[in-house]
């Protein structure tokens, strides 16, 4: 049975650093993904990395400010990191990791496996 378990959220202040985790077992896919959601609006990817790959996506909203980490495999569990620098207030959210095989980064629906969420607020 496939899992994916997010850590690593939190209440910081804006300009403050935060780093998400997640952690997917038994899924051979090559994608790993951060998605978040604000109430009242869909999922947007906010950053993607493929395996073996050193070319990560972000969206424009966050890029230059969070960093995804390589994926890294270690007992039939793959992780990825999302470093979040320089946080502002609209960056509350809540964050998803996902991961998929050979998706569009963007794409939603192209992600198989989902985690619960984990809530990240950022006050000014």
């Known amino acids: 049975q496939v899992q994916v378990a997010e850590s690593g959220g939190g209440s910081v202040q804006a300009g403050d650093s935060l780093t998400l985790s997640c952690v997917v077992s038994?899924?051979?896919?090559?994608?790993m993904a951060w998605f978040r959601r604000t109430p009242g609006n869909n999922r947007e990817a906010v950053a993607a990395?493929?395996?073996?790959?050193?070319?990560?996506?972000?969206?424009d909203s966050v890029k230059g400010r969070f960093t995804i980490t390589p994926i890294t495999q270690h007992g039939g569990k793959n992780t990825v990191s999302l470093r979040m620098n320089n946080l502002k207030a609209e960056d509350t959210a809540t964050y998803y990791c996902?991961?998929?095989?050979?998706?569009?980064?963007?794409?939603?629906?192209?992600?198989?496996?989902w985690g619960q969420g984990t809530e990240v607020a950022v006050s000014l």
């Open positions: 996902a991961a998929g095989h050979e998706p569009y980064w963007r794409r939603e629906e192209d992600y198989r496996h």
């Open positions: 038994n899924y051979a896919g090559n994608c």
């Open positions: 990395i493929f395996q073996g790959a050193r070319t990560a996506y972000y969206s």
